[in-house]
């Protein structure tokens, strides 16, 4: 009787003690920020971007900064309008002439607006 009622306490803690850390511990969050775009920028610019890295960043919201989100938003519109994903894989930029223009653009107004933040 002794035995069963160790393996039942021994058992009840090793139960209770997963559960209270389970309950404890927090859903690890994301947190987009302007200097994650402005790299990711810099790397579509300079061909260097991947079209997932490009799309695990653009295609994920940012809900703590809304003109963040509208950057973002426009980066996949660029992507849409400008997008030659076949041209990746031969090491070719992923935008077109037009949307690299328009991406640096939006790359020089961000970087500017980060910069005036942070002042």
């Known amino acids: 009787m002794a035995l069963y009622l ?6 009840l803690l090793v ?7 389970l309950m404890t511990a927090s859903t690890p969050r ?16 300079e061909s260097r971007v991947g079209e997932t890295e490009w799309n695990a960043m653009i295609g994920y919201p940012i809900r703590h900064d ?3 989100d509208g950057v973002r938003r426009r980066a996949s519109q660029l992507m849409d309008e400008y997008g030659r ?3 990746l894989a031969q090491g070719k930029p ?3 002439d037009a949307g690299q223009q328009e991406l640096k653009a939006l790359r020089d107004h961000l970087a500017a607006r980060t910069a005036l933040r942070e002042q």
């Open 6 to 11: 160790l393996v039942l306490g021994v058992c």
């Open 15 to 21: 139960i209770g003690s997963v559960l209270v850390i």
């Open 30 to 45: 994301y947190r987009t920020e302007p200097k994650d775009l402005l790299a990711l920028f810099d790397k579509a610019l």
């Open 66 to 68: 809304e003109y963040l």
């Open 85 to 87: 994903r076949w041209k």
């Open 94 to 96: 992923l935008l077109s």
